[in-house]
């Protein structure tokens, strides 16, 4: 199900777009670039989603990486914790937590 941008009425499929229903809006959108624009969108979420609920507060009393620089200020040691966010056969993913800034990223190994 597709929802117009413009008005948030259904959108119907009319050959290789999408079409709003509503009559005063005929908003339309071709559906390659509706589906790249969610594909994007669901990336994101997805890796803020896993940092923000799984990793967010858990860093302290966490072992310390000095082989890293944080992106924001430059400092050179982060707390990290290393998680299984994929499939088993996956490798794991590393995250930090800078300590002078707080800043976290994630690292694939
Ligand atoms: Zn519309
Ligand atoms: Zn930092």
Known sequence: M????ECGSMMKSMGSKM????????????????KAAE??????QGDS????????ANFE????????????????EAWYTIKQTGAADEPPTRFFKCQ???????EYS
């Open 100 to 106: 002078e800034c707080g800043h976290r990223w994630r």
């Open 49 to 56: 989603a896993v940092i923000e609920t799984s990793e967010d």
């Open 61 to 76: 009393g966490k072992p310390t990486a000095k082989d890293v620089t944080c992106e924001e200020c430059g400092h050179g």
């Open 2 to 5: 597709q929802f117009c941008d």
């Open 39 to 44: 594909f994007v969108s669901t990336e994101e």
């Open 19 to 34: 079409v709003c229903t509503n009559d005063d809006c005929q908003h339309t959108v071709a559906k390659d670039e509706e």
